[in-house]
């Protein structure tokens, strides 16, 4: 299993880390070295150790932290800070696996459920999960089957259906009354094609965004490659889990009119707030058990 050694920083470094937002992969050891407090490069912030965390984690940290925001997140930064200290030096790769497991797959599964669905998908995942934390090997195939399923239905949910079904909306009624269609008839109009056309483009951004990600992700798990798992921009995946569980069903969307929807906005972000949190606190305790 792949380890990355993390050297012990302040507090305050780690946080300010946290705060500056998610990066991508930067060096071929999958650590990001940000630079130093005193205008240095090598990844030893001044007055303190230098620190190198896995790049998938310090973009999914990063992510998490800046999705809580305020108090919360600082008092979550705190409990990583802890737990990678504790950790000696480091990461195990089997906290992915884990978080999936206790938290990731769980949330999404209540998602799903939430939507109408079983759940089944996102079950499917996190039994592979399981399994490669117990030391099985999965073969890239059935991850990618897997998460084919789990991830179409995970970027479906994470569409901003709402605020396009609304757009759509809104815009198609204009054309229908400046073309004479009268009320109920522009109403009429303005329904189909905000359906339609906002179906339509759902389905295209989630099967798009499963097709490439089933794929990078499958190869990263199947392999045990933490690098090839930081090159899938986790911190991308991440914010679209605390998305799809903070969307309206699409169903509570169409019967929304444009006032509503904008008066939900503050809804949505408070739900996303907490999906953050939720995902947060699970990832903290995979680091925490990974630490003993």
Known sequence: MGRTGVVAESLDEFVTRLAAGPVGPAVPDGSVRPER????????????????????????????????????????ARQMYDGLVRLGGQVPIDVVHDWHVR????????????????????????????????????EERAWREALGAALGELYRYAYAYADAYTTASVNARAYAMDNDYG???????????AKLNTDANARSYADANALANARALAAAFAAGDEQAFAEAYPFAYAH?????????????????????????ADVRAEQYRSACGRLGQGLAESVGRAAG
Do not use: I
Not at 104 to 124: C, F, H, K, N, Y
Not at 184 to 192: C, D, G, P, Q, Y
């Open 240 to 264: 679209a889990c605390a998305l799809a569980h903070a969307q309206p069903n699409e169903g509570q969307a169409q019967e929304q009119d444009a006032q509503e929807t904008r008066d939900g």
């Open 37 to 76: 407090a005193d205008g240095g490069s090598d990844g030893s912030p001044a007055g303190g150790a230098g620190s190198s965390m896995p790049s998938w984690l310090a973009q999914v940290a990063a992510a998490l932290y800046c999705g809580q925001g305020g108090d919360a997140a600082n008092v979550w």
């Open 183 to 193: 009320e109920e008839k522009a109403a009429e109009f303005a329904t189909m094609y």
């Open 103 to 138: 938290t990731v797959a769980p949330m999404l599964v209540q998602t799903s459920v939430r939507r109408g669905l079983d759940g089944a998908a996102q079950e499917a995942a996190r039994r592979l999960h399981e399994k490669a934390l117990e030391g099985e090997r999965v």
